[in-house]
């Protein structure tokens, strides 16, 4: 899987959790990635889930690079999505980018 692959899957993941309602946005979920699933985000912003086949895997994986660990996915007030490394919670397990 292509580090840009990696990525919009996700990104897509993050949209439809960001979508999902902000009154949860102080409730952590855990997102639902499924090894058998693409996940996209395309040129308009769209995002996508594909099914994966195993034919292939060797071509997905080849220039693939791992997301290092405390990445956080967001949209900015335009539309755009963003990445940050680095923690995001506080000692406390907060949120660090929360409201108050």
Known sequence: ????????????ALVTS?????????????WVLSPDMGYGYD????????????NNAKFLLKGAKKVPKNTLFFIGENGQLYMRSGPFL??????????G
């Open 1 to 12: 899987m292509t580090a840009r692959a990696f990525t919009m899957l996700c990104a897509a």
């Open 18 to 30: 960001a979508l999902a309602g902000p009154a949860l946005a102080q409730t952590p979920t855990p």
């Open 43 to 54: 040129a308009s912003g769209k995002t996508f889930a594909y099914k994966m086949g195993t």
């Open 90 to 99: 506080e000692d406390d397990g907060k949120f660090k980018f929360g409201p």
